[in-house]
Nanobody, 123 residues
């Protein structure tokens, strides 16, 4: 069983940076793919970014060039560096893991989810 837990959310001004982390626990985590998603109340959850077990990275167009996903397999942690944040980035951000780590991660049906962390971008 894999567990993931997000940290790092908070209030940030427009244009500012914030880094989220996702700590994973379980076996063979270096084989897993990890994704970041977000949800705004009243809207569907949307995919933001993912990283596969070969460190290949993928981004939604809305965050491309501003967000960077990375992983440190020695620490079983995945990061989402968010720069130039906009008010429309305000959401609860979720980390998720999938055991088919070599697959095309944007389309995976993720198996394991964290509880989420709130990110609010406001002046």
């Amino acid at each position: 069983q894999v567990q993931v837990a997000e940290r790092g959310g908070g209030l940030v001004q427009p244009g500012g940076p914030l880094r989220l982390s996702c700590a994973a626990s379980g076996n063979n985590l270096d084989y897993y793919a990890f994704g970041w998603f977000r949800r705004v109340p009243g809207k569907e959850r949307e995919w933001v970014s993912c990283i596969n077990n070969g460190h290949g990275t993928f981004y939604d167009d809305s965050v491309k060039g501003r967000f960077t996903i990375s992983r440190d397999d020695t620490k079983n942690t995945v990061y989402l560096q968010m720069n130039n944040l906009k008010p429309e980035d305000t959401a609860v951000y979720y980390c998720a893991a999938h055991r088919m780590g070599g697959a095309y991660c944007p389309i995976l049906d993720y198996d394991y989810w964290g509880q989420g962390t709130q990110v609010t971008v406001s002046s």
